[in-house]
């Protein structure tokens, strides 16, 4: 039965149709069929782990097939959760206009499986009967003996897309210039890789935390889920460059390919694509997307400088950030037609805005140099998803943040930030369902963001409010003393009703954020956990106005919080895009008042 399955996958591969839909597996697309009653539209494409869970259903049609046959026929090599699936089947709905509550092409048997209920058309020798294909099968073996040909290769099935994870480059020497070059070098990797199509990236949050580690490569592989690791080293001397890359299979831990660049680090962007052109060669044969770096404008010292200023932006530290804005600047004026550091020039002040350094006025210039970034080079994702953050922060315009998310993510399938804010955003508008598909989408790329805080927060803030207690939990016990972890687990505490644990929690935040617990602890020992969020509002320990408004709702004042609120909304901090689904607004989502915020900010929502 195994081989019967098998090759009916093969045949299925070259294409077939569900009810309505022409399926192309190869091209990750679905079309509507011509005489289908409906008007005719471009292609929509699917994500490749979608289309082989399409591929897997119509291999049986009409039957239920169980998740954990589907989790091991798509995520074979893989430990995932339920949710993976969960969110490739609701792509495969979206996609194809199915509505699980009253499905024509998708049934779902609650905590079993899934199983196609509309007709498929294949070629015919995918659905002869079992007895046939059996015969068929003896025939073949009949004559590959004759003959001495194995027919059955060419109805092997297709391997999934090949995962590639870049891990940090190593700087040869200590000193910043090659620091910031050696970062340069695995930034650029990642993006080329990814944007050449054919290949899986693992997100840079994901291989930065292997900079210093001295394991193995079969065991980073297996915990990034990569199938190949890409290592390098860095020497910047001067105007010379020497970079060395070399490409490892992690299943054998074999080298597949090797090289050495000795060039002018003027020709850094071409040495990058270079070494992306060739991994990708190897891996898939054939690079599906050329990646053209000539129009760059940026050479010499102004090449050096906004390495430099790259490097200080991707800490997300306000203060860095604010020195990288004033490199951008200066950048965009000499060389108005690179697309680089106008892109740069919106990316810092989206961070300062972010860190309440900026006021929202500056956004309007930010909104302007990532349209100026995009007009010079429309193909790079973080331009789209720079402008998406910044359109909802500025104009609280989410039809046209969630365009250029998605847009960004069409160019790149692997930004994995772009999942994320794309997530949250999903999240601000309550479509948990949607939110939890590019979590689950974003998992696999970005494992390690999604053992973090900010991973558990958003788990927090979509509903899942036991899986978010467990994570963080988790985490607070993995590294002990995280402040913001701290933060957030207070918040959970506090949601479930477990109001001493959530005031020690918040208690241990302050105490890790270098505040003295003496205090806190005697205004706890005085007024109990309301003397607590009196001392912390009291000693401004907070700005933002909705994060003063969230203590005061924990506090139970909620004229205050409404205050906050209202303070919140006037000078657009950028929390308020979620104050609907913040767990600490939960008793005010009835109040009139509240109600009037919210429409505020999300009107027609």
């Not at 930065?208 to 297996?222: C, G």
């Not at 860190?355 to 973080?382: F, G």
Request: some cysteine; charged content about 25%.
């Amino acid at each position: 039965m195994v081989q019967e399955s098998e090759h009916r996958i093969a045949i299925l591969e070259e294409g077939f149709a569900v009810g309505d839909w022409q399926v192309s597996p190869h091209a990750n697309t679905l079309e509507r069929r011509r005489g289908s009653g409906a008007s005719r539209a471009e292609p929509v494409r699917i994500s490749s782990k979608a289309m082989q869970v399409l591929v897997r259903l119509a291999a049986e049609p009409g039957e239920f097939v169980s998740k954990n046959e589907l989790l091991e026929a798509v995520w074979a090599d893989r430990v995932v959760t339920e949710d993976v699936l969960t969110g490739a089947v609701r792509t495969l709905r979206r996609a194809m206009h199915d509505d699980a509550r009253n499905p024509h092409l998708i049934e779902t048997r609650k905590g079993s499986g899934y199983r196609l209920i509309a007709p498929v058309d294949a070629p015919s020798a995918s659905y002869i009967s079992p007895r046939r294909l059996r015969w068929v099968a003896a025939a073949f073996a009949i004559v590959a003996a004759v003959v001495g040909v194995t027919l059955w290769l060419a109805l092997e099935y297709p391997r999934r897309e090949a995962t590639v994870a870049v891990l940090p480059f190593v700087s040869l020497t200590d000193n910043q210039r090659n620091d910031y070059v050696a970062s340069a070098i695995t930034d650029g990797l990642i993006l080329d890789l990814a944007r050449r199509g054919g290949l899986q990236v693992i997100s840079r949050t994901s291989v930065l935390p292997y900079a210093d580690q001295q394991k193995s490569a079969p065991v980073i592989a297996a915990e990034l889920g990569a199938d190949y690791l890409v290592e390098g080293s860095v020497l910047a001397e001067g105007a010379e460059l020497r970079i060395s890359a070399q490409l490892i299979d992690a299943n054998d831990d074999t080298h597949v390919w090797a090289s050495s660049y000795d060039r002018r680090v003027d020709d850094i962007l071409a040495i990058q694509s270079d070494v992306a052109e060739k991994i990708a060669r190897h891996i898939v044969g054939a690079v599906t997307t050329d990646v053209d770096h000539t129009a760059r404008a940026l050479t010499g010292e102004a090449l050096d400088t906004w390495l430099k200023a790259r490097f200080w932006l991707a800490q997300e530290e306000p203060d860095l950030a604010e020195q990288a804005l004033t490199i951008f600047e200066d950048l965009a004026r000499r060389y108005p037609h690179d697309a680089e550091p106008h892109l740069g020039k919106a990316q810092a002040q989206l961070v300062l805005f972010k860190h309440y350094r900026l006021p929202t006025v500056a956004l309007a210039e930010a909104k302007d140099a990532v349209n100026r970034a995009i007009a010079i080079d429309p193909t790079r994702s973080e331009a789209y998803r720079c402008y998406g953050q910044i359109v909802l922060f500025k104009d609280w315009d989410f039809v046209a943040s969630e365009n250029a998310y998605r847009r960004a993510i069409e160019l790149n399938p692997s930004d994995t930030v772009a999942r994320r804010r794309y997530a949250w955003l999903l999240v601000a508008l309550r479509r948990y369902d949607d939110a939890l598909e590019q979590i689950a989408e974003a998992k696999l790329l970005d494992p390690h963001y999604y053992t973090s805080t900010d991973g558990a927060l958003l788990l927090l803030f979509s509903g899942q409010l036991e899986q978010a207690v467990a994570e963080l939990e988790r985490l607070n016990a993995t590294v002990p003393g995280s402040a913001r972890t701290l933060r957030v687990l207070a918040v959970a505490y506090w949601a479930q009703g477990r109001y001493d644990e959530s005031t020690a929690a918040l208690i241990e935040s302050r105490e890790a954020a270098g505040d003295p617990k003496q205090p806190l602890q005697a205004a706890l020992d005085a007024e109990g956990r309301a003397g607590v969020y009196r001392y912390l509002l009291s000693a401004g320990v907070f700005r933002a106005p909705v994060s003063k408004a969230a203590l005061y709702a924990q506090l139970g004042d909620y004229e205050a919080t409404l205050e906050w609120l209202e303070e919140a909304v006037s000078v657009r901090d950028p929390n308020v895009v979620y104050l609907d689904t913040r767990p600490e607004f939960t008793p005010l989502r009835d109040d009139p008042r509240f109600q009037a915020l919210v429409q505020r900010v999300k009107p027609g929502y």
